[in-house]
């Protein structure tokens, strides 16, 4: 127990430290700029090199905290949820690594460094979704969230080689202001950083790898795959967006992956039968709508998305991970009725599926508030956007939005009402469906206090507030009458519940593919690229031999060999000079 | 007539001269002819030699060289002592013998004038021949002996018949001499060059560097395991020294001539020695096919002598050399007495089941192949390349850079096999020998060095010209 105390102990003591670095931020309009050892940008010859200075703002801070208090409260909730698990040191201990791999990639002004921690967490990310490598699905989702976000590395290498190049700097300060002298090549780093945020954003069409990717254990679905590391992706759209913001190329492609992603991952979310596969494409379609605010131009408001965006499913995440440990399952089936058995986590997911819903007065409302005020102000056409992308933008966000609060309510619905569909053969559930451990429920609590903390201060947009909500009532009450009308929710036609079969490229044709291919380099490999060392080996091996023989102790042939080697050197001596 | 004579120069050597007279007097007149009586008497001569040699205060590439001979004697004098007790050695020729060749070695390396060079080459080859044929009884030791006096007297004449013509053609023999008399443009450009290749010959046959390289798998393997560290060590580093000496001082002026003689020599040298390697099941044998090998990475340099690290690679090289062999030769030495063979089948797990012995070959290994850990090997693989690339031979140094790799396939091996896990027990000796000991204290002490070396390449680097 105190040997699982220690981990959390660690993980505080890097809270603190960044809280201390980045709270008086917060309020704070000038950018603090630290820098260890080397100066800043110096706009010297483009060289790869690490440095560790580190930039922080405002919003840089405010992920910051949102990173290290989640992961804080993650390792609180793991000691309950995974505590007894034979290898929970190296999970703990990857948590650390991976924050440490966050902070890196928030606060550094050096894309080299950005780019070793956004590695970094692509690797704790795949360390962490086979932690139980016993099963071959956790095995399979970790490989194949791997490779897929293997394609969005290569997108930001690229980025910032081409950044680099166009701008003599591999600092993102020193980018900028070259930037703005003279605007260079946005549209290709603007698509070179888009390929980086569809991937590792799981974005459309990238996007399969983040509903496989759930056998990874529960707080760790919460921490990478919902509040941080795929989170990222839209904080690096936000970071770089003065570099490509002048091409409408990008970000009309930018506008058109965010509102296909966003309806998509809404419309699947509601199909679902596993509480947990849903709140996934929940977050899929969540990330888009943060996309959507940096392609209309307004990228702060996608960042104070993806804090309330953290916070609340982060909570809806634990949340589940607390019913499954009760009912020992995350299919929708072996839920319902949880309402009484299990009050605080009740309570808290109502509050997360508010904030997911869009309700007044949680901070989810607000920001998607924001976003969708920053869409309506793209319509006029002069924000870079042209006004038809932004309208079908805001209409196409508009119905999400009622998507989202109607499986919002559905989920909710399914799981703590009802009679129990998972309940024993005497209609009842079982004895030991109760309440999470304290550990559990503990952090449940403070984020469910932060989903409506965070609201606090936040703008209201008086018409796209009154129209978003309207939408998201009309939705929420359109489940509650079905559902009070006896319906079962399980409205999932057939191309939906088969998810657009969408997943079979990489499922399937990559895959038979890949095998062709890789058969074809195995043998080239093989019968031609080998040779050379191979050939190499056998003459090494036949002249080795030869000299064997040659070294027969017969005198008269060394001498042989000296006198004809003298002559040899003499040639050489009198030819050459 | 007086002759004049350089003390500075012939001092130490007259010394170990006279310390092996005092050896084989000592031996003849004790009538139990134990190895100490001998042996006793040489230490003491090479340690006064030392003393001598710094005692003069001397610098350059000839001090670095005697100190390098001076040493390696001493270690060879240490470790010989795992031969006490086998009657088919005689002690006190072998210390006179080892004293000879060795105090031959110093005169090479300090030779001023052809001559002096020609007489103190034979001074050290004949010893050592002698030496390889020591043993008793021993029909391979003299049939090695036999192939290396033939072998050795044929590179003389050449070496002579070189330094006649050259003596024709510039009327001196003094390096000094004929370092003026070669820039003169009346001389015959086409007779300098066969004099100077000739000349070259006699010292390159020394150094075991191809097409002159027949005899030395021969005589390493049939003499006795110190006499081989001895050549290839000792008589190494001298011939080596003389060489640089000579064409340093006395035919610069005919670097066009020998320049790609040695370059052209030093890559087929490093070449054939490593190809020979790669298929010797015996330690020594793989030995003597590597020494061959590392003669032509000590040559490479040589090209770029008149270069800023023309002079100081070599030397660095050949010190950290001739202390990686002999830590080796010794380990073997001690192995060949306590287990009875230096078959690398023999010597599996021998870095698990007798640490003592086997981590120091394991360190000596890696020293010779430039790996890391033993960092010191690498950075003097460096230092040769790097004058080598300096003096735009790149060919040259592409070469040492693929013989690199190729030392590293047969070095690593024996690592592999040394590091492996034994299959059985090892047959031990019953009951080792006591002067055994003395054989482990000089190993152990030689891969101390070597490892103070690799943390602190510094020491050695700085502290040689």
Redesign the interface.
């Known amino acids: 127990m105190i040997r699982r105390w220690g981990y959390v102990g660690i993980t505080a003591v890097l809270a603190v430290v960044v809280a201390i670095w980045a709270v008086p931020e917060l309020g704070r309009d000038t950018v603090t700029f630290v820098t260890i050892g080397q100066t800043g940008p110096d706009g010297g010859p483009p060289l790869p090199s690490l440095s560790p200075d580190l930039l922080i703002y405002p919003g840089t801070a405010q992920i910051l905290l949102l990173a290290v208090g989640v992961g804080l409260l993650v390792q609180i909730y793991s000691t309950a949820y995974l505590g007894h698990h034979p290898r929970y040191r190296s999970y703990a201990l990857v948590i650390v690594l991976f924050l440490i791999a966050m902070i890196a990639v928030v606060g550094t002004t050096n894309l080299w460094v950005l780019l070793v921690g956004w590695e970094v967490m692509g690797l704790c990310s795949y360390l962490l979704i086979g932690h139980e490598w016993e099963s071959p699905v956790a095995r399979a989702g970790a490989a194949k969230a791997f490779l897929v976000t293997r394609i969005a590395d290569l997108g930001l290498v690229m980025a910032i080689i081409v950044i680099g190049e166009t701008y003599g700097t591999y600092d993102i300060v020193g980018a900028q202001v070259a930037q703005s002298e003279q605007p260079r090549h946005a549209t290709l780093i603007g698509l070179l950083v888009l390929v980086a945020v569809v991937g590792k954003s799981a974005q459309f069409p990238l996007h399969t790898w983040l509903p496989d990717a759930m056998p990874g254990p529960t707080p760790i679905t919460a921490l990478i795959h919902a509040a941080t590391m795929v989170a990222a992706g839209v904080y690096l759209a936000a970071r770089l967006f003065q570099l490509y913001a002048d091409s409408q190329v990008v970000l009309t492609a930018m506008a058109v992956v965010a509102a296909i992603t966003m309806l998509m991952g809404a419309l699947f979310a509601w199909v679902q039968t596993d509480l947990k596969r849903a709140l996934a494409w929940s977050t899929v379609s969540q990330l888009a709508l943060m996309l959507a605010a940096v392609a209309v131009g307004d990228p702060e408001a996608g960042t104070d998305h993806l804090l309330a965006h953290g916070v609340f499913k982060a909570l809806l995440f634990l949340g589940c991970g607390c019913v499954m440990l009760a009912v020992g399952s995350s299919a929708l089936s072996s839920m319902g009725g949880l309402r009484r058995r299990m009050p605080v986590t009740f309570w808290t997911m109502t509050a997360g599926f508010a904030a997911l819903a869009g309700l007044v007065p949680t901070a989810g409302f607000f920001t998607k508030d924001s976003v969708l005020h920053a869409i309506e102000r793209a319509t006029d056409g002069d924000r870079g956007l042209a006004a038809g992308t932004a309208w079908v933008l805001l209409v196409v966000a508009l119905v999400t939005t009622f998507v989202t609060a109607a499986y919002a309510t559905r989920l909710w619905v399914l799981t703590f009402f009802g009679a129990g569909h998972g309940a024993g053969p005497h209609g009842t559930l079982g004895q030991d469906v109760r309440e999470a451990p304290l550990a559990m429920a503990g952090p449940l609590v403070v984020l469910a206090v932060a989903t409506f903390a965070l609201s606090v201060g936040q703008p209201l947009h008086l018409g796209t507030g009154l129209l978003s909500t309207v939408i998201a009532v009309a939705g929420v009450a359109a489940v509650l009458v079905a559902a009070r009308r006896g319906s079962t929710l399980a409205w999932a036609p057939r191309p939906l519940a088969a998810e657009l079969w969408l997943d079979r490229p990489f499922s399937r044709w990559i895959l038979a593919l890949g095998t062709g291919a890789s058969r074809v380099v195995v043998e080239l490999d093989r019968e031609v690229v080998d040779v050379y060392p191979r050939g190499g080996e056998s003459l090494?091996?036949t002249?080795?031999?030869g000299?064997?023989l040659?070294?027969s102790?017969n005198?008269q042939?060394?001498?042989t060999?000296?006198?004809?080697?003298?002559v040899?050197?003499?040639v050489?001596?009198?030819v050459?000079? | 007539m007086t002759i004049p004579v350089d003390w500075t120069v012939a001092g130490p050597a007259t010394v170990v001269m006279i310390g092996a007279l005092v050896a084989l007097v000592v031996d003849a007149s004790y009538s139990r002819r134990t190895w100490l009586g001998s042996g006793l008497p040489a230490t003491a001569a090479v340690l006064a030699g030392i003393a001598e040699l710094l005692r003069e205060d001397a610098t350059g590439a000839p001090f670095a060289f005697s100190l390098v001979v001076l040493l390696g004697t001493l270690f060879v004098v240490v470790a010989s002592n795992v031969m006490n007790f086998e009657n088919a050695m005689p002690p006190g020729e072998y210390h006179f013998l080892l004293m000879s060749a060795s105090a031959g070695a110093l005169v090479v390396v300090s030779a001023r004038d052809v001559v002096t060079l020609v007489v103190a080459l034979e001074l050290l080859s004949l010893p050592s021949i002698a030496l390889v044929g020591l043993r008793q009884g021993d029909r391979a030791a003299i049939r090695s002996a036999w192939t290396f006096f033939l072998a050795s007297v044929v590179s003389t004449a050449i070496t002579l018949m070189g330094v006649s013509l050259l003596y024709g053609v510039t009327g001196t023999l003094e390096y000094a001499g004929l370092r003026e008399a070669l820039v003169d443009p009346d001389v015959p450009g086409s007779v300098v060059s066969v004099a100077v290749v000739l000349t070259v010959v006699g010292l390159l046959f020394k150094l075991g560097a191809v097409p002159f390289h027949a005899w030395v798998p021969d005589a390493y393997g049939g003499t006795s395991v110190m006499v081989a560290g001895f050549l290839s060590a000792v008589s190494k580093a001298a011939s080596l020294g003389a060489l640089l000496v000579l064409l340093a001082e006395a035919l610069p002026g005919a670097h066009d001539a020998w320049g790609p003689v040695v370059a052209v020599v030093a890559a087929v040298t490093m070449t054939i020695g490593n190809l020979g390697a790669l298929r010797q099941d015996d330690a020594v044998g793989l030995l003597a096919w590597s020494s061959i090998a590392q003669a032509g990475f000590m040559l490479a340099p040589v090209v770029a002598v008149s270069g800023p690290y023309g002079l100081s690679a070599p030397v660095q090289y050949v010190a950290v050399y001739a202390l990686a062999n002999l830590v080796a030769f010794a380990a073997l030495a001690v192995v060949l007495r306590l287990r009875g063979s230096t078959r690398l089948a023999d010597l599996r797990g021998m870095a698990r089941n007798d640490p003592w012995m086997g981590i120091p070959l394991v360190l000596a290994a890696l020293t010779l192949a430039g790996f890391p850990p033993a960092v010191i090997g690498l950075v003097t693989k460096v230092v040769v390349i790097r004058p080598v690339v300096l003096d735009d031979h790149v060919w040259l140094a592409v070469v040492m850079g693929v013989n690199v790799m190729l030392g590293l396939a047969y070095y690593l091996r024996l690592v592999v096999t040394l590091c492996g896990r034994a299959e059985g027990e090892p047959y031990v000796s019953p009951s080792p020998p006591i002067s055994v000991r003395f054989a482990k204290s000089t190993v152990l002490i030689g891969s101390a060095t070597l490892v103070v070396l690799s943390a602190w390449p510094d020491l050695l680097l700085s502290h040689l010209p």
């Not at chain 1, 060999?561 to 003298?566: I, S």
């Open positions: 090494a091996a002249i080795s031999r000299l064997g040659a070294q102790r005198v042939r060394y001498a060999v000296l006198a004809v080697g003298v040899m050197l003499v050489i001596g009198v050459v000079s």
